[in-house]
């Protein structure tokens, strides 16, 4: 159980596109659910939780009207990266857990995004 | 600041050994204390959970948890090449939103 899934796993576009990743709770409802954002050899990085029914609430640093997110459902949160550039270019990685304070988060498999 | 501290490594342990990995928490409020793994290139994977003291066992997996310490553990038995990961521990506190507080992980090598 609790499986997320994540779409697409992969996108590769020109400069100055804009890309939508979508992340689905396969086999719970999920009210919130996290975006994070991994370059390299590097930690995890949270950029803004996403709230069922509300605005995402965004980490510090993170533009948000460049990463536009929508969870209009409750297994069903996107993420749209407007006009992407290079240095966009990022492993973007998806979360959500089952309701409850001791249940854990699931992740999704990720997209890696490469803006040429 | 909610801060989640790990030993970023490389541990590197001999095939069929134990591996240790450790992990401090500075908020007290914590309830919740995961370990994830995540191969290169590849998105985390729960492989523990652990909400109160003592030792946790799946496999050959053990999970320690001292809260008064703010000590969270994996001990990894029989260590094997495909366990060379790293290995994140992650701390979720009380509140609204539930978000898990990362450390940087420890990259563990089994040699064969």
């Known amino acids: 159980g609790a499986v997320v899934s994540q779409h697409p796993s992969w996108v590769i576009c020109k400069s100055g596109t804009s890309v939508k990743i979508e992340c689905r709770s396969l086999?719970?409802?999920?009210?919130?659910m996290f975006w994070y954002r991994q370059f390299p050899k590097q930690s995890l990085m949270l950029m803004a939780t996403?709230?069922?029914?509300?605005?995402?609430?965004?980490e510090q640093g993170v533009e948000k009207d460049k990463f536009l997110i929508n969870h209009a459902s409750l297994t069903l949160s996107t993420l749209t990266v407007t006009s992407a550039h290079p240095e966009d270019s990022s492993f973007y990685i998806c979360?959500?857990?089952?309701?409850?304070?001791?249940?854990?988060?699931?992740f999704g498999d990720g997209t890696r995004l490469s803006i040429l | 600041q909610k801060e989640v501290e790990q030993n970023s490594g490389p541990l590197s342990v001999p095939e069929g050994a134990i591996a240790s990995l450790n992990c401090t928490y500075s908020d007290r409020g914590s309830q919740s204390f995961f370990w994830y793994r995540q191969y290169s290139g590849k998105s985390p994977e729960l492989i523990m959970s652990?909400?109160?003291?003592g030792d946790k066992e799946d496999g050959r997996f053990t999970a320690q948890l001292n809260k008064a310490s703010q000590y969270v553990s994996l001990l990894i038995r029989d260590s094997q090449p495909s366990d060379s990961a790293t290995y994140l521990c992650?701390?979720?506190?009380?509140?609204?939103?539930?978000?898990?507080?990362f450390g940087k992980g420890t990259l563990l090598t089994v040699n064969p």
């Open positions: 992650a701390v979720k506190s009380g509140g609204s939103n539930y978000k898990l507080t």
């Open positions: 086999d719970f409802q999920a009210t919130t």
């Open positions: 652990i909400y109160s003291n």
């Open positions: 996403s709230n069922e029914g509300s605005k995402a609430t965004y």
């Open positions: 979360s959500a857990y089952p309701a409850g304070v001791y249940q854990p988060q699931h």
